[in-house]
């Protein structure tokens, strides 16, 4: 889940529903602020988009040449840290559709500043 923050309580409404109809999870977390989950698991899809460029499944950085040749799907950092990765994986995962979805929103709102803050 990844928080917003948005400079004008007024546009709240129209986020939150502009949101749940790209199908996240919304939670209001005050007037200004809202938490914003994706109710689903990482689209494989768009994870195989990020190996063709032989970028790291996990984190979204370049794979080292030399383990992208070995077939790994994952940079050497998120390798060492194997325990760590479903939950790491699903917020980096999570950042970016909403971010994606904010782009499209700020298209439509163009008045309105909204904030990702963590
Ligand atoms: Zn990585």
Redesign the pocket.
């Known amino acids: 889940m990844v928080r917003l923050k948005l400079h004008d309580p007024s546009v709240a409404p129209e986020l939150v529903s502009f949101l749940r109809r790209c199908q996240c999870e919304v939670r209001h977390l005050g007037p200004t602020m809202v938490g914003v989950g994706v109710g689903h698991p990482v689209d494989p899809e768009a994870a195989a988009h990020r190996l063709q460029d032989g970028r790291?499944?996990?984190?979204?950085?370049q794979?080292e040449l030399v383990l992208f040749r070995l077939g790994s799907p994952?940079?050497h950092?998120?390798r060492e840290s194997s325990a760590a990765i479903p939950a790491r994986a699903n917020e980096t995962w999570t950042r970016m559709e909403v971010e994606s979805y904010l782009r499209i929103w700020r298209v439509r709102n163009p008045g309105a500043h909204v904030e990702l803050v963590a």
Do not use: H, T, V
């Open positions: 790291c499944y996990c984190c979204g950085e794979i994952r940079c950092d998120c």
